[in-house]
């Protein structure tokens, strides 16, 4: 796995290293800007001191051309002077000056002065002239100063007072042309504005002041003018140039930097001398210009490089804004890895747990490197460890059983080619050896150029569940106990037989077979017993079937078969007939052999039925038909089987209202007759419905509905109530006594009122009760033993007699009867009816009869029709009998008379010797 630390951190040292680089190029842009203010400081420096020389220069040299035209000027007119002198045309020297002074634009007047200060001639008018002696007090000492001095002298600015303006005295001795001797003075007078005309033209920078001064201290002239002119000029030696300038000795040129005692700025002084005269022109401007210029010039880049810094700094700030962003993130990220990280490591325990739980492993294989990867689980799965075997997929594989390793590694052929999942269920051989199953799932991860990368997959050990998953399977589609079809796969089997036999126009029958009185199996012998008999009875049945027809226990006692492509009828009942005839061959179970019928009921398709529904409730009718018709058969379901059904219900209901009168009940009376003299010993009272809609019911149309709908009980009493009574009555009429025997229903006996009733009807008709018996079914007798043996014991100790009906039918053994208080034994009609033609049956009867004479008890046989019966019952020293040889069940009257006739009535003749 990548490190996600260096796509989070990887940023953030460019970021740094961008940040580094800015601050250096800002802190050199910095040196730079210094060092370029320093350079410009210095250039500006050197440009204005070379600008302020030059001007200095200039401003000398100016003043120095000025003089010299004066100087030039002022002895050409001493020579017109001291010609026009020589001409003795003296009054003719004020005109010469006047020309003079017109022609020199610079000049207010021109005057000629004697040695002593006197005026001797002036340009100017007369009044003006002798103004003068007053305006100029000092002029004296400057005309001695200027006869002693060759050349031009420069006087000291005044004001004129007739000029009204500032000016500037240039004087000039004239000398005697023989002697050569001063004699006279000629004094022009400059205009001080004139003078600093000269320097109009220069350019001065701002602050700049251009000026004149003389050796003396005084200040000659100065541009810009001084703000006060009389001040300015007046004094001398107040200026600081001037103090340097004298403490040097008047350089020739050079410069200075001070406090101006003019307007007290810092201020930079260069002066030069004015070549001949004792002038020094000089030059200032404040120091502070320097820095304006200097300003000025570094400004533009000053401006760039701030904005360059400015841009740095921002940049920088910006970059390392955005880092600590970055940085930010990465401490978040980094957090959310650390987070995620233990999470992983949680999940990674919580996972091989789970997979522990769920015997679920994992496996990861790296194509490129070939290396595989097993969990925890994985490892257990295989019953090794990580110690003992180290993954290679060949190997691998090898713990698949060798057929489930063809599929594993189509598997993963497949996947690897097309990505396509696998989730299959194989064998696998762990390293114990031990047979497992496990489900395998797989599927592959692609990476660059649609290359699988990867291949990932889980394991899970699914033995358990294919174990169970294989006996639900079973238990789905099997009867447990016999192994046959459930009825799950029989409704299935049936669907598909019925869509198949619908296709193709072909006919199917369903068998219903029900096995006769199992119950009493169950009740009598326990159901280990049972569960026995139904083993034999499921094998039996599957072995008369062909292999592919199906055989299904549908529960309890109940089979049902399919019989395909057979004609429904004969092919049918052939079959029909095959099942019971090997059902009834006799069963061993507990040591002991049992003979076992079933009932069979038939529909067929179509004709009974197009779906599965009504094919099985005929079948099912059909079934119960055939048990009504008397067990050990079959029969076919015919609508009007149906027909029955629905009679039941309104039997029932016609049945019910029966109950509410009980006067729609009738009992006829068959008598039993003592087979060794033929007379009349007992008499059986048989109940029978009149009911006004059917006409006279018998009672096995009514019996079992009374019994399963509980109406039994009420019907019982009746009859015990009207069987007693009429007994006391033919007692009271006088015929001879026989006991009175009633049907007691097993319900009847179970219930706990039948002994109260039976003393009570005791009580109320006085009887003997010796001359009343009770009849019970063999059936009935065995469902509870231990309850029925209670019971006759009660009945018994009333004093009735007491008769097991039906012998032969269920399946009671002699122990059992040897502990039941009975008095006679009824051998069933089903055995009497064949005998003597069945050997079987015969024998049957034969050992019925014996074991019944070796308990003492009674014997009656039932049903008895022939002569041929009677001789063989006889033979066999049978007690009593009851049939129809002698009489049907008769009305109380008719039985009173058979009573009455009694005597003199006898057995029909005993044809056959035995
Ligand atoms: P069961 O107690 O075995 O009665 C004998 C049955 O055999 C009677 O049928 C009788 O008519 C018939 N039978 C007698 N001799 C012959 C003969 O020679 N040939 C033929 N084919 N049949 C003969 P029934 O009256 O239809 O009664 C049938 C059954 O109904 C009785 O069998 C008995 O179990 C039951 N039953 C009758 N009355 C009552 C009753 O009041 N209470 C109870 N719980 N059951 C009764
Ligand atoms: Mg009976
Ligand atoms: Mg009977």
């Not at 020739?252 to 700025?265: F, M, P, Q, T, W």
């Amino acid at each position: 796995m990548a490190n996600p630390m260096a796509t989070t951190g990887s940023p953030a040292k460019p970021a740094r290293s961008i940040a580094f680089a800015f601050g250096l190029l800002a802190a050199a842009l910095v040196i730079f800007a210094s060092f370029y203010g320093a350079y410009a400081w210095n250039s500006v420096q050197l440009e204005k001191m070379a600008e302020l020389r030059n001007l200095t220069d200039m401003a000398a040299r100016s003043s120095s051309l000025f003089l010299r035209r004066y100087a030039q000027v002022l002895p050409l007119l001493a020579e017109k002077v001291l010609a026009a002198e020589e001409r003795q045309r003296g009054n003719e020297i004020p005109a010469l000056l006047r020309r003079y002074q017109r022609a020199q634009p610079d000049l207010a007047r021109i005057d000629l002065f004697a040695p002593d200060g006197a005026s001797v001639a002036s340009s100017a008018e007369p009044a003006s002239v002798a103004a003068r002696e007053w305006s100029d007090p000092d002029r004296r000492e400057a005309i001695a100063e200027t006869l002693s001095k060759p050349g031009l002298v420069v006087g000291r600015p005044r004001y004129g007072l007739f000029l009204h303006a500032w000016i500037v005295p240039l004087r000039m001795r004239v000398l005697d042309p023989a002697s050569g001797a001063p004699i006279a003075v000629l004094s022009a007078v400059a205009l001080l504005d004139e003078l600093d005309s000269l320097w109009r033209g220069l350019q001065l920078p701002a602050h700049g002041l251009i000026g004149l001064i003389r050796d003396d201290g005084y200040p000659v002239a100065r541009l810009p003018p001084p703000p006060d002119p009389k001040s300015y000029y007046a004094v001398a030696g107040r200026s600081f140039l001037w103090r340097h300038l004298r403490s040097r000795d008047f350089p020739g040129s050079g410069e200075l930097r001070d406090l101006s005692a003019v307007d007290g700025l810092d201020r930079i002084y260069t002066y030069q001398r004015v070549p001949d005269y004792p002038l020094t022109a000089f030059f200032t401007i404040p120091h502070a210009a320097f820095w304006a210029a200097w300003r000025h010039r570094v400004q533009v880049p000053f401006a760039l490089f701030a904005l360059a810094l400015a841009g740095l700094i921002f940049a920088a700030i910006w970059i390392s804004r955005e880092q600590a962003a970055r940085e930010h993130e990465r401490d978040l990220a980094e957090a959310a890895l650390n987070n995620r990280e233990s999470e992983l490591k949680r999940q990674t325990a919580l996972l091989a747990q789970t997979q522990h739980a769920a015997h679920i492993g994992g496996w990861e294989l790296d194509i490129a490197s070939n290396h595989l990867y097993w969990t925890e689980e994985t490892y257990r799965i295989h019953e090794t460890t990580a110690e003992e075997f180290k993954p290679v997929v060949e190997q691998a594989i090898e713990f698949y059983a060798p057929q489930s390793r063809g599929p594993i590694r189509a598997a993963i052929e497949t996947a690897a080619r097309t990505g396509e999942p696998w989730d299959i269920e194989l064998e696998l051989i762990t390293a114990r050896g031990q047979r497992i199953w496990v489900r395998a799932t797989g599927s592959a991860e692609f990476g660059a150029g649609d290359r699988p990368a990867k291949l990932s997959g889980s394991l899970q050990d699914v033995t358990e569940r294919r174990r169970a998953d294989e006996r639900i399977r079973r238990l789905a589609h099997y009867d447990e106990l016999t192994g046959l079809a459930n009825r799950n796969l029989f409704n299935y089997h049936l669907s598909r037989t019925l869509s198949h036999a619908e296709r193709y126009g072909r006919q199917f029958s369903v068998l219903f077979i029900d096995l006769d009185r199992f119950k009493n199996i169950n009740d009598t012998l326990g159901h280990d017993v049972g569960d026995a008999v139904l083993r034999v009875i499921g094998r039996r049945l599957s072995e008369t079937m062909r292999a592919a027809d199906i055989v299904a226990r549908l529960g309890g006692d109940e089979f049902v078969v399919i019989a395909e492509e057979v004609s429904p009828d004969e092919g049918t009942a052939e079959i029909a007939r095959k099942l019971l005839a090997r059902i009834e061959q006799p069963v061993p179970a507990q040591g002991q052999e049992f003979i076992l019928t079933a009932s069979v009921g038939i529909s067929t398709f179509p004709t009974d039925g197009r779906d599965m529904q009504t094919l099985i409730k005929h079948a099912d009718i059909a079934m119960y038909r055939a048990k009504d018709r008397g067990k050990n058969t079959f029969e076919f379901y015919s609508s009007h089987l149906n027909a029955d059904n629905v009679e039941r219900l309104s039997l029932e209901s016609d049945l019910k209202r029966a109950m509410v009168e009980m006067d729609q009940f009738v009992l006829h009376y068959q008598p039993k007759v003592a087979v060794a003299d033929g007379r009349i010993v007992g008499v059986e009272a048989l109940v029978r419905w009149a009911s006004p809609d059917r006409g006279l019911v018998p009672p096995y149309k009514f019996i079992s509905l009374a019994e399963e709908t509980g109406l039994i009980g009420a019907i019982g009493e009746w009859v015990l109530n009207t069987a007693s009574h009429q007994a006391l009555a033919w007692r009271n009429a006088g015929l001879p006594a026989v006991r009175m025997a009633m049907n007691i229903s097993a319900r009847q006996l179970y219930s706990d009122e039948l002994v109260e009733q039976t003393r009570r009807v005791l009580a109320e008709t006085g009887l003997d009760p010796d001359t009343l018996e009770l009849e019970i079914t063999e059936t009935a007798m065995m469902q509870n033993m231990e309850q029925m043996s209670a019971r006759l014991t009660q009945l018994k100790a009333l004093g009735l007699h007491i008769a097991i009906d039906d012998f032969g039918t269920g399946y009671s053994s002699l122990s059992y009867l040897r502990r039941l208080p009975i008095d006679s034994l009824k051998v069933d009609r089903s055995f009497v009816m064949d005998v003597p033609g069945d050997p079987d049956d015969a024998t049957i009867t034969r050992a019925i009869i014996a074991l019944a004479h070796s308990l003492r008890l009674e014997v009656v046989a039932e049903g008895v029709e022939t002569v041929a019966q009677l001789s063989f019952l006889r033979d066999l020293h049978c007690d009593q009998i009851q049939g129809y040889i002698f009489s049907k069940p008769v009305s109380a009257a008719d039985l009173e008379d058979l009573l009455r006739r009694d005597s003199g009535l006898a057995l029909p003749p005993v044809q056959s010797a035995a």
